[in-house]
T-cell receptor, first 113, second 119 residues
Framework: KNQVEQSPQSLIILEGKNCTLQ??????????LRWYKQDTGRGPVSLTI?????NTKSNGRYTATLDADTKQSSLHITASQLSDSASYIC????????????FGSGTQLTVLP | GAVVSQHPSWVICKSGTSVKIECRSL??????MFWYRQFPKQSLMLMAT?????????EQGVEKDKFLINHASLTLSTLTVTSAHPEDSSFYIC???????????????FGPGTRLLVL
């Protein structure tokens, strides 16, 4: 069964600190991996998208890494801000299918002042 | 970037009534849209794939007669929750599929969601 597991389930950090979120997947065949940020009561917003050939992708203070061999990805947030408080969802896309997204359960990040 | 809107953003209704939720792609055309449901502290669950001009494809366990989907144009898909009951209370999110770039990379843009509360 195709699965996407994220850790930790929740994380609390102080403003200005860095943090790293983890994503392990068993999805196969693999097309791409995406990280989304979902604010409470809002739809997900794309942060990064990586194909299997890419190892890293940055978007401002967000840097995603991908190891397709070990089927692991991480999202590193640098110099966190209060507005980073949200759920971060790892989504893996199957190849060759229109309805192909497998969602992780998300990591709830809380940034405290 | 591509923008997807949903209307209404929230709705409260009595049990037994029907509720229609609209999903629009504002600055692009989407032949395929997706409808998701999200319960508190859980991830998005795909309900159905909405295809312009044809019948929607429902995921296993989703009642097609209860969740009516219409994709009448390239910019609009609607989800109607018929005879809503309290257990239908949830956060409903749509997304639009976009294929772009020389490599034909596919991505999905999500709407802001619709909060449904059935009393």
């Amino acid at each position: 069964k195709n699965q996407v597991e994220q850790s930790p389930q929740s994380l609390i950090i102080l403003e200005g600190k860095n943090c790293t979120l983890q994503c392990n997947y068993t999805v196969s065949p693999f097309s791409n991996l995406r990280w989304y940020k979902q604010d409470t009561g809002r739809g997900p917003v794309s942060l990064t998208i990586m194909t299997f050939s890419e190892n890293t992708k940055s978007n401002g203070r967000y840097t995603a890494t991908l190891d397709a061999d070990t089927k692991q990805s991480s999202l590193h947030i640098t110099a966190s801000q209060l507005s980073d408080s949200a759920s971060y969802i790892c989504v893996v896309s199957l190849s060759g299918s229109a309805r192909q997204l497998t969602f992780g359960s998300g990591t709830q990040l809380t940034v405290l002042p | 970037g591509a923008v997807v809107s949903q209307h209404p953003s929230w709705v409260i209704c009595k049990s037994g009534t029907s509720v229609k939720i609209e999903c629009r792609s504002l600055d692009f055309q989407a032949t395929t849209m997706f409808w998701y449901r999200q319960f508190p502290k859980q991830s998005l669950m795909l309900m159905a794939t909405s295809n312009e001009g044809s019948k929607a494809t429902y995921e296993q366990g989703v009642e097609k007669d209860k969740f009516l989907i219409n994709h009448a144009s390239l910019t609009l898909s609607t989800l109607t929750v018929t005879s809503a009951h309290p257990e239908d209370s949830s956060f409903y999110i749509c997304s639009a599929r976009v294929i772009a770039g020389p490599s034909g990379q596919e991505t999905q843009y999500f709407g802001p969601g619709t909060r449904l509360l059935v009393l």
